[in-house]
């Protein structure tokens, strides 16, 4: 070792996270070391992969293997691999941070959750890998070399704050991370981690399935007294689990694959294995997680889908398989006939490819319909975990829109707690109704207090409650379901009576047209910056005044979304409806009459128009005025 050794914090996010990690109780340390060995076994996939792609990369690659040495008498244990490797660089950025999305919110849930069981879920969820090695050591070094460069890198840490790092002269290809045991403690499930059937079990257990083999040096007693020997084992069987078929596969031997793909600690919710024959040859594995990832909506989270050819492992998180908003199905798909070299740019233009995501996609949306026919409980939990990014899909995946309309689930105002699908509401639409009626809006509360409900509410009418983002996308794009007109209640004119209702009110509603020609014409000159018109409400029963659009107007989430997004575009006016039944329109109607256009009745319109904004959840464009005029307002009352 040279001299250059160098003591670092941890990143306070990460310190927090040890510290978690250490002291809470765990029912099972010994996934750390499946945790170890998926690592390794990357490193060994990404040496392979990288030989494949740069011929000047001077490795050998013959034998990559995993090696696990025990000594029990300094209580160490070694997890060792030949693989790829890593930097100075790499190994602060990998192990002296924790670099990724979401570390933050994972934190606060953490601190948040109530029990231990609630914390290892959440863990689970963020998946730490190699931070599991602190619940069952005091200490942790870390000897690596890049392949291709000539010296290495020490770390090392007792995981309580602090790290020191060493550059090295030399050191194998490959990383090594070596444990200084704990004291095995049976009653806080801290097992003898130096003894040989330990570690069996928990390969056996845990990481059977690996493709490259886990070695370890065994001692045997000699028999009649002759001395003990030294043999080394092999304690993985190497078979790929998806090439088995499914009758041969225990439901316990799926779940422990997907830990180990999918750095979680929960069981997944629905496991799909499937084979396509013909033409092209593949193995598919796939698993829907049973909660959702906490980068599910980061732009750079990590989706899930690993390809292999001929069980050589190509490329992680490939996304010419599975569409974005399927991006947390986990698994493997294992191709016969491409070519080992392949790349990304390649396999978006590769017309096998495309056939056997059309495939993969069909499979995954037919077990989620499964799910919702046989299994109503689980496909809740689906729905609760992913419906938001399954709705993505009805955006672009035309090809797919029609099943995916049978999966959706959306609240509506039929159940205050359950959810219903399109054709439930279909079959409960009252006589002569001819569209679906739906509302957007932040959450249920905001959209069931708005006026736009008023008089949806009064007759009867059922209406769909959204508050997904992109919620406000999909029905636009969608715009039919079942030969029915998807149909917003806050945008264009709303008549819900009937022919006779109609014909009996007409003339009173002549009556109030004329009525109120002259207060609607000026009403509209005070608010012109504001609305583009101002008209007499028939969606209105108790409040004053609503905020509507056109039909065809992008609604003022939309125009959030657009602009967070950075494009510009045109203020879009709106249309206020006033209510000529409620005492505040027919008072100031009748001091416009007496008194004619004044600054205080300006400033009544003013309110009027801004009451009805918030009423829906929107901005006010300036805050500040409003709350000085309602001020003064309410100051000469008093």
């Not at 190699?130 to 460069?149: H, K, N, Q």
């Not at 999966?407 to 569209?435: F, N």
Request: with cysteine; net charge negative; glycine share 6%.
């Amino acid at each position: 070792m040279n001299d250059q050794a160098e003591t670092l914090e941890f990143q306070a996010e990460a310190r927090q996270l040890l510290q978690l990690m250490v002291h809470s109780i765990y029912s099972n340390k010994d996934v750390f070391l499946r945790e170890l060995i998926s690592n390794a076994s990357d490193a060994l996939d990404k040496l392979r992969l990288a030989a494949l792609r740069d011929k000047d990369l001077a490795v050998d690659t013959d034998d990559l293997h995993i090696t696990i040495e025990v000594d029990r008498d300094a209580r160490t244990l070694t997890v060792r691999d030949n693989g790829i490797g890593m930097t100075r660089d790499e190994v602060v950025s990998v192990i002296g941070t924790i670099a990724k999305s979401g570390t933050a919110e994972l934190l606060r849930q953490l601190r948040e959750a109530q029990d231990a069981g609630a914390s290892q879920e959440l863990i689970g969820q963020f998946g730490v890998g190699f931070y599991a090695a602190f619940m069952v050591a005091d200490s942790v070094e870390l000897t690596t070399r890049r392949a291709g460069e000539s010296g290495g890198t020490r770390w090392e840490s007792n995981g309580e704050g602090t790290y020191t790092i060493a550059a090295l002269d030399s050191a194998p290809q490959g990383t090594a991370v070596t444990l200084h045991l704990k004291p095995a403690d049976t009653e806080d499930n801290l097992h003898d981690y130096t003894a040989e059937w330990t570690i069996r079990e928990i390969v056996k257990r845990y990481s059977d399935f690996i493709a490259h083999p886990i070695r370890m040096t065994v001692e045997r007693p000699g028999s009649d007294g002759a001395e003990a020997t030294t043999e080394t084992v092999t304690l993985n069987s190497m078979k790929a689990l998806w090439a088995r078929p499914r009758g041969e596969v225990e439901p316990a031997e799926y779940h422990e694959f997907y830990k180990h793909i999918g750095h979680d600690w929960a069981d997944p919710l629905e496991t799909i294995h499937m084979r396509g024959e013909g033409t092209f040859e593949y193995e598919a594995l796939l698993f829907i997680p049973s909660h959702a990832p906490i980068d599910l909506f980061s732009p750079q989270g990590r989706r899930g889908v690993q390809l292999y050819v001929k069980r050589v492992f190509i490329m992680d998180d490939c996304d010419a398989l599975m569409p974005n908003y399927l991006r947390f199905v986990k698994g493997v798909v294992d191709a016969h006939d491409l070519s080992l070299n392949i790349s990304r740019e390649i396999l978006q233009q590769d017309r096998q490819i495309r056939a056997v995501r059309r495939r993969l996609v069909k499979k995954v949306l037919a077990t989620v319909k499964d799910l919702k026919t046989e299994h109503p409980e689980r496909y809740r939990t689906f729905w609760t975990e992913f419906g938001a990014a399954v709705k993505e899909g009805l955006i672009d995946d035309t090809d797919n829109r029609d099943t995916l309309l049978e999966v959706l689930s959306v609240a509506s105002t039929h159940d205050p707690a359950e959810l219903t699908d399109l054709a439930g509401y279909v079959g409960r639409m009252k006589d002569g109704q001819i569209d679906i009626y739906y509302a957007t809006g932040e959450n249920r509360a905001t959209i069931e207090n708005s006026p736009h409900m008023e008089a949806f509410r009064a007759k009867g009418y059922e209406v769909l409650l959204l508050t997904d983002p992109v919620d406000e996308v999909w029905v636009e794009r969608v715009g039919s379901y079942d030969g029915r007109t998807l149909r917003s209640i806050a945008k264009g004119e709303v008549d819900l009576d009937t022919e006779q209702e109609r014909t009996e009110a007409e003339a009173e509603r002549e009556r109030q047209r004329t009525e109120y020609a002259d207060l609607l014409t000026w009403m509209g000159g005070v608010l012109a910056d504001s609305v583009r018109e101002v008209r007499l409400s028939s969606r209105l029963t108790t409040s004053p005044a609503c905020v509507v659009g056109d039909a065809h107007d992008l609604t003022p989430t939309l125009e959030k979304m657009y602009r967070a997004m950075g494009q510009e575009l045109p203020k879009v006016k709106r249309i206020l409806e006033i209510n000529p039944g409620h005492p505040l329109v027919t008072g100031l109607r009748k001091a416009y009459e007496q008194d004619g256009a004044n600054d205080s009745l300006a400033e009544t319109a003013e309110l009027l128009y801004g009451t009805a904004l918030l009423a829906e959840g929107g901005d006010l464009a300036d805050p500040s005025r409003f709350a000085r005029i309602l001020a003064d307002r309410l100051a000469r009352t008093l």
